[in-house]
């Protein structure tokens, strides 16, 4: 024993001797501190050892089978029932080496078995993978918590780019259109972005003058890279004026300062459309969105609008057509991402007809939010929305 190896690392890592043997605990003990272990503790048996691992903290435990009171077979099944110490290595040592032995071990949830007598150095070295491979299953636990919570803070950020309820309280005021929104990333982050501005007009010149514009986008791809580019969206869209501005215009505008911004191959659909209420119409303009719905009270179903345009990022010199939608007092209008269109039905999509039938089903629901709900309710149980879902629902008041 005196030429083992020390193990480089092990310093402040904690193994568990359970034997029921005096003599074979303080030769492993041995062992082990040649072999560069420091941090030992010493159960007599499996109640003594589950006793103290809450206070001691084992990295590893050495287990023997054979003991008195809770043998190691038992011991292990009651460590696997404990959340805390799921994961734990446990290395058996024991003189029992028939195959069944070993397969009821690891049954029990043993994670490696070495038969008696030991080898000192064949032990060392298993003590040494298993320490490793718990720090690097520590290591990566630290990562990911520290991930989480970076996605989790980067999340809110995200939620806070759009519109808070006490924000969509004094648009309701101000301009007689109340929104129910969802915004549901299809990953911890996502690609989907909405916001609105209400122009109450220069004083004097009357409701007719009072306008709101809202506008909803869907950047390629997922997570964190789709994110960052709501970020730029939004600070793009915080520096304009859109005073006056037409929606064709204002597209136009955010369409070539993002062609400088995106990388090449990311792109955005845009949909971006003005409230006239003194013409009881939706005026808007579409970079490849998906097709606005409105409807009014009355009616049997949604009408269907174009949406046909160039996505944003593409070509700097691309121009948007500008279309209206009627948009009379009580009237509805609902926009949406593609997640909500793009589940699979079959051996095809739900697609904007196949969303229309659902709308229509609850054309009489007079609460924007259980609209909204009853209407989520009814696309997840067609099938796994796989993509950001953003939906909002606009109604001007009667």
Same mark, same amino acid.
């Given at each position: 024993? $005196?030429?083992?190896?020390?193990?480089?690392?092990?310093?402040?890592?904690?193994?568990?001797?359970?034997?029921? *043997?005096?003599? $074979?605990?303080?030769?492993?003990?041995?062992?082990?501190?040649?072999?560069?272990?420091?941090?030992?503790?010493?159960?007599?048996?499996?109640?003594?050892?589950?006793?103290?691992?809450?206070?001691?903290?084992?990295?590893?435990?050495?287990?023997?089978?054979?003991?008195? *009171?809770?043998?190691?077979?038992?011991?292990?099944?009651?460590?696997?029932?404990?959340?805390?110490?799921?994961?734990?290595?446990?290395?058996?040592?024991?003189?029992?080496?028939?195959?069944?032995?070993?397969?009821?071990?690891?049954?029990?949830?043993?994670?490696?078995?070495?038969?008696?007598?030991?080898?000192?150095?064949?032990?060392?070295?298993?003590?040494? +993978?298993?320490?490793? *491979?718990?720090?690097?299953?520590? !290591?990566?636990?630290?990562?990911?918590?520290?991930?989480?919570?970076?996605?989790?803070?980067?999340?809110?950020?995200?939620?806070?780019?759009?519109?808070?309820?006490?924000?969509?309280?004094?648009?309701?005021?101000?301009?007689?259109?109340? +929104?129910?929104?969802?915004?549901?990333?299809?990953?911890?982050?996502? @690609? !989907?972005?909405?916001?609105?501005?209400?122009?109450? @007009?220069?004083?004097?010149?009357?409701?007719?003058?009072?306008?709101?514009?809202?506008?909803?986008?869907?950047?390629?791809?997922?997570?964190?890279?789709?994110?960052? $580019?709501?970020?730029?969206?939004?600070?793009?869209?915080?520096?304009?004026?859109?005073?006056?501005?037409?929606?064709?215009?204002?597209?136009?505008?955010?369409?070539?300062?993002?062609?400088?911004?995106?990388? *090449?191959?990311?792109?955005?659909?845009?949909?971006?459309?003005?409230?006239?209420?003194?013409?009881?119409?939706?005026?808007?303009?579409?970079?490849?969105?998906?097709?606005?719905?409105?409807?009014?009270? @009355?009616?049997?179903?949604?009408?269907?609008?174009?949406?046909?345009?160039?996505?944003?990022?593409?070509?700097?010199?691309?121009?948007?057509?500008?279309?209206?939608?009627?948009?009379?007092? @009580?009237?509805?209008?609902?926009?949406?991402?593609?997640?909500?269109?793009? +589940?699979?039905?079959?051996?095809?999509?739900?697609?904007?007809?196949?969303?229309?039938?659902?709308?229509?089903?609850?054309?009489?629901?007079?609460?924007?939010?259980?609209?909204?709900?009853?209407?989520?309710?009814?696309?997840?149980?067609?099938?796994? +929305? !796989?993509?950001?879902?953003?939906?909002?629902?606009?109604?001007?008041?009667?």
């Amino acid at each position: 024993m $005196n030429n083992l190896p020390q193990v480089p690392g092990l310093e402040t890592a904690r193994v568990l001797v359970v034997d029921d *043997n005096r003599v $074979n605990r303080h030769l492993l003990q041995a062992l082990l501190e040649r072999g560069g272990v420091t941090r030992i503790a010493m159960a007599e048996d499996g109640n003594d050892a589950l006793a103290r691992l809450d206070d001691f903290r084992p990295d590893l435990i050495l287990l023997d089978l054979m003991m008195p *009171n809770l043998d190691g077979f038992e011991m292990c099944r009651r460590l696997r029932a404990l959340p805390a110490w799921k994961d734990l290595p446990v290395l058996v040592q024991s003189s029992l080496n028939r195959a069944e032995d070993r397969a009821k071990a690891f049954a029990a949830g043993a994670t490696d078995y070495v038969t008696k007598p030991i080898n000192a150095v064949e032990l060392l070295a298993r003590v040494r +993978i298993h320490l490793q *491979n718990r720090a690097l299953l520590h !290591d990566l636990q630290r990562f990911r918590e520290r991930t989480e919570s970076e996605l989790s803070l980067a999340r809110k950020m995200q939620e806070r780019l759009m519109p808070s309820p006490e924000r969509l309280a004094e648009v309701e005021a101000a301009a007689g259109v109340g +929104i129910a929104a969802h915004f549901a990333p299809s990953s911890e982050l996502g @690609g !989907d972005f909405w916001d609105l501005r209400h122009d109450a @007009g220069e004083p004097g010149q009357g409701q007719g003058q009072s306008r709101t514009m809202l506008y909803m986008v869907d950047f390629s791809g997922h997570g964190v890279g789709a994110a960052l $580019n709501t970020f730029r969206l939004h600070a793009i869209c915080q520096q304009m004026d859109l005073s006056g501005l037409t929606p064709g215009a204002f597209l136009s505008t955010v369409n070539r300062r993002l062609c400088a911004l995106l990388p *090449n191959g990311q792109f955005a659909t845009m949909l971006a459309g003005v409230v006239e209420p003194a013409e009881n119409r939706f005026v808007y303009a579409s970079a490849g969105s998906t097709r606005p719905m409105v409807w009014a009270p @009355g009616d049997a179903e949604p009408l269907l609008g174009d949406s046909a345009g160039l996505p944003l990022g593409l070509l700097a010199s691309a121009e948007y057509e500008e279309r209206s939608l009627p948009l009379p007092p @009580g009237g509805r209008l609902f926009l949406y991402s593609d997640g909500a269109i793009e +589940i699979p039905v079959g051996s095809d999509v739900l697609d904007e007809p196949g969303l229309a039938a659902l709308v229509t089903e609850r054309l009489e629901e007079a609460d924007g939010a259980r609209f909204l709900d009853g209407l989520l309710k009814r696309l997840r149980a067609i099938g796994p +929305i !796989d993509d950001d879902l953003t939906a909002l629902l606009l109604t001007r008041k009667g």
